[in-house]
């Protein structure tokens, strides 16, 4: 089966760096997605690693590797926009995505 | 990018009625929808995975007798939940993808979401 751990809460400060982990067990593997999720809203799309490395985009980065089943996805520069949900979810051998319970991120001024 | 919609945004109903959530593709053909239930402080639940033209795969624990999905088109999926109770108060949440490996990388896109609420 499948199975995939995040921390629940995580607090960072205005315009500092924070690094949410994800680590995962399956017998399939089509990818890794990182989700933003606000309060009341669907998720958006941030980032997908299917190689082992490390992608940039922005403010936000992700990094997979898969022999340790380890996932992070890094914020930049913390606006408090950012206070959100973050959603980890493992793209199966089916291409069914399986999620991760969300790490909840609050920014502090 | 890919849009998908969903209406209604929020539907309040009286326990005992049935309420049709419709689920839209508007700028490209979904080959596989995927309808979701999230309830307050949780994550996405996949309740089901349907395929334009065949019948939806439900979830284990999913009731498919109670929550209709229809997969009529490419560009439209409709979730019915029938006979609603206030357990079923929650926030639906449809997706939409092109199918199985397709480029770029699987992505699913997400619809806003529709806040049932069951008096």
Aim: charge should be negative; hydrophobic fraction near 35%; proline fraction near 4%.
């Amino acid at each position: 089966g499948q199975n995939i751990d995040q921390p629940t809460e995580m607090t960072a400060t205005e315009g500092a760096i924070v690094q949410i982990n994800c680590t995962y067990q399956t017998s399939g593997f089509n990818g890794l997605f990182w989700y933003q999720q606000h309060a009341g809203e669907a998720p958006t799309f941030l980032s997908y690693n299917v190689l082992d490395g490390l992608e940039e985009k922005g403010r936000f980065s992700s990094f997979l590797s898969r022999s340790k089943g380890y996932s992070y996805l890094l914020l930049k520069e913390l606006q408090m926009k950012d206070s959100a949900s973050y959603l980890c979810a493992l793209m199966d051998s089916n291409y069914q995505l399986i999620w991760g319970a969300g790490t909840k991120l609050i920014i502090k001024p | 990018g890919a849009v998908v919609s969903q209406h209604p945004s929020w539907v309040i109903c009286k326990s005992g009625t049935s309420v049709k959530i419709e689920c839209r593709s508007l700028d490209f053909q979904a080959t596989t929808m995927f309808w979701y239930r999230q309830f307050p402080k949780q994550s996405l639940m996949l309740m089901a995975t349907s395929n334009e033209g065949s019948k939806a795969t439900y979830e284990q624990g999913v009731e498919k007798d109670k929550f209709l999905i229809n997969h009529a088109s490419l560009t439209l999926s409709t979730l019915t939940v029938t006979s609603a109770h206030p357990e079923d108060s929650s926030f639906y949440i449809c997706s939409a993808s092109l199918g199985r490996g397709e480029e770029p990388y699987n992505e699913q896109f997400f619809g806003p979401g529709t806040r049932l609420t069951v008096l």
